[in-house]
């Protein structure tokens, strides 16, 4: 495992009373007790090691947490390092960022020891500057420290490979450990693969800072390819210097102290923040983990919401719900909600974690429009929420339900920063697309065409206005992102898109089955599954999801009220009357070749015209084994004719204008194209 893996996102520390503390590289596997890498260094830049458990104070999101060990390694020589020190001096450096690089770097040549090490400076901007080869003379490094001046645009090739001055060019000339400390204020364009490979010919190490901004990803991807640290969203003076003090340290060889804590319950997932104190110091530091599941206190519902798809106006509708208590005990006082549509019962109960209870959710539909209910469950230890949605879908709902919730008007976002998107009045599971405009509306720009969970995290682009709009849209839909009205050919009326729906109709969701152990699973176990092609949402908005034929058969139904899986009848009609076998394919598919940048086949497309307005799509299929393939080449659709083990499907190549039919086996991935009843 690479070196680099010590680089999860690192937050500065906050600076007081010149000391510096960093802490980073925070492990959880083993929770409760949790795990870190720390650096304590005195203002001189020295690293702290006489440090006990008592001399720390720990929060896990502002409550304290009990730390029970602290090790530090003894100390060791520095590895002698030839460091190059490459600042941007474009002209979004100017003011306070020069001077916080300058610092910066003021701290790095003197805290080198340069009798053993020696150091590099040069600039960037569009183009490349040395100011000092290496050199054991402080004053001459200081010398040409202060004399940088700023202006021009960003080039990161420039920075690290151009002639004549990039920096893995004069770490050529380097006696020792390569070491490259990079920082810039923003965004470059840069050939990040060759950077890489320079570095790595050369066994350099590349460190890179970047100033009030988030790190670029080419900039993260270099120092972790290379073994070295990232850092981002530095701020101030002192940050700066401590940075590359924490740097020095590790670039010369140091080794981090370790720590332990007991961490605590959570109740959402997500991220746990950090934050470590040396009490008597006064040095802070921040930092965060991904919370484990074991972790997170919650009741856990099976399904993960109710649905009631198309039901009957006026007619009492029943569904059982099982709850259960994880890492805690609960004892639910009352369940309140905020639809009369809807009751659940009982409305109190208590589970010791590992616990499950039966919850019944009912519903009486006063018309066939969209309608959401949310569930708020009293209890002792989370706050937690179920939800149910009922109606056609397509039909609009008679009261909307679904609201932006944040922003919600009057924030400041700063470009490159992270913000939470977040929605309700829907269950959690259903999609929307999110949008922003620039000019109260005129224009939209999506985020995300698909989304769900009732938050997004969005970093802001570079398009600022003061005219900031944004919007969330439901996207439930039963078909693919393709908008071909359905058609009528020979009498019969076919979809005019694959399928694209991932709940049985009573609710339940059909098992999307990503990866290849999850498909052979399916399989194994008889259970309906669907996949997007390579598990790509992009191309499941072009050509629907692929079923096994597990899902087809299931009792529970998936097509849309109305529709059904064709037969091998219905696909030989259609055959029939398109002209037989030999010219069916062509007339079915969709025209134009990849090739020629004007359709979705590969070449040659032979015979397609899509006279009958079917226009097949070459959505490719997935094998048993959960590989994919064919992807523009076939196209397959299953029937609902099958014998005990296989069952027929009809299918399409870019190579012929027939309409073939196979007999195949349940676990295969194919798309599925309905027929009205």
């Known amino acids: 495992m690479k070196k680099s893996l010590l680089l999860l996102i690192l937050f500065i520390p906050e600076i007081l009373l010149s000391q510096s503390l960093s802490i980073f590289d925070v492990d959880a596997s083993n929770f409760p007790t949790i795990k870190a890498k720390f650096y304590a260094l005195d203002a001189n830049g020295n690293q702290i090691r006489n440090l006990t458990p008592s001399d720390f104070e720990l929060l896990e999101n502002g409550l304290e947490r009990n730390v029970t060990f602290v090790s530090c390694p003894p100390p060791k020589p520095p590895t002698a390092i030839s460091s190059i020190l490459t600042i941007d001096v474009s002209g979004s450096m100017i003011d306070q960022r020069i001077e916080y690089a300058k610092a910066a770097s003021r701290a790095w040549i003197e805290g080198l020891p340069l009798g053993n090490s020696e150091c590099a400076l040069t600039t960037f901007n569009l183009k490349n500057y040395f100011h000092q080869d290496f050199t054991t003379d402080r004053n001459k490094l200081l010398y040409a420290i202060e004399r940088l001046s700023v202006g021009g645009g960003t080039d990161f090739d420039a920075g690290f490979i151009n002639p004549i001055a990039g920096a893995l060019l004069a770490a050529k000339n380097g006696k020792f450990k390569k070491v490259v400390v990079f920082i810039t204020d923003g965004e470059g364009d840069g050939t990040e693969s060759a950077i890489i490979q320079n570095a790595k010919l050369l066994n350099a190490t590349v460190y890179c800072v970047s100033l009030g901004f988030i790190c670029p990803p080419i900039l993260r991807n270099i120092a972790t390819q290379t073994d ?356 069916t394919g062509g007339k079915l598919k969709s025209t134009g070749t990849f090739e020629g940048e004007d359709g979705l086949w590969k070449s040659p497309n032979y015979g397609a015209t899509n006279e009958s307005w079917f226009t097949a799509v070459p959505g490719g299929l997935r094998f048993s084994d959960g590989t994919f393939s064919f992807l523009g080449y076939y196209c397959h659709w299953w029937s609902s004719t099958y014998s005990a083990t296989e069952a027929w499907s009809r299918y399409i190549s870019n190579s012929s204008a027939y309409f073939d039919k196979v007999e195949i086996q349940f676990e295969y991935g194919f798309s599925v194209r309905c027929i009205k009843n």
């Open 228 to 583: 070295g640290l990232w850092f981002e969203n530095v701020t101030t003076k002192e940050q700066a210097e401590d940075v590359y003090k924490l740097i020095l340290q590790t670039a010369q060889g140091g080794e981090p102290c370790e720590i332990e804590w007991e961490g605590g319950l959570n109740c959402i997932s997500g991220l746990t923040n950090v934050e470590l104190q040396i009490t008597d110091l006064g040095a802070k530091a921040t930092s965060s983990y991904q919370r484990p599941n074991a972790s997170i206190a919650k009741l856990e519902f099976n399904p993960t919401s109710v649905k009631f798809p198309y039901p009957e106006i006026g007619v009492k509708i029943e569904k059982i719900v099982t709850v259960t208590a994880r890492n805690a005990d609960f004892t639910v006082t009352n369940i309140t909600d905020n639809n009369a549509a809807f009751t659940i019962t009982p409305k109190s109960f208590v589970l010791n974690n590992g616990q499950s209870t039966e919850l019944t959710v009912s519903y009486i539909p006063a018309d066939s429009g969209y309608i959401y209910v949310r569930f708020d469950l009293e209890n002792d230890v989370c706050s937690t929420r179920y939800h149910a949605s009922g109606g056609w879908r397509g039909v609009r709902p008679a009261v909307k339900t679904l609201k932006l919730i944040q922003p919600n008007g009057g924030e400041v976002f700063l470009v490159g920063k992270d913000t939470l998107i977040t929605w309700d009045g829907i269950p959690p599971d259903e999609p929307v697309k999110i949008e922003y405009s620039t000019n109260n509306g005129s224009d939209w720009t999506t985020i995300v065409e698909k989304t769900s969970g009732l938050s997004y995290n969005w970093r802001v682009p570079n398009t600022p206005s003061d005219n900031c709009i944004a919007r969330v849209t439901a996207k439930a839909q039963t078909s693919s992102y393709c908008d071909n009205p359905d058609v009528e050919i020979c009498g019969k009326i076919w979809m005019g898109c694959n399928l694209d729906v991932e709940y049985y109709q009573n609710g339940e969701p059909i098992r999307h089955a990503r990866t290849n152990a999850e498909w052979i699973d399916a399989g194994n176990k008889k259970e309906g599954a669907w996949c997007y092609y390579e598990n790509s949402d992009s191309l499941g908005q072009i050509y629907g999801k692929l079923y096994n034929m597990y899902a087809i058969i299931n009792p529970r139904g998936f097509v849309p009220e109305g529709w059904r899986i064709p037969t091998q009848g219905d696909f030989a009609e259609l055959e029939n009357c398109l002209g037989g076998n030999a010219v």
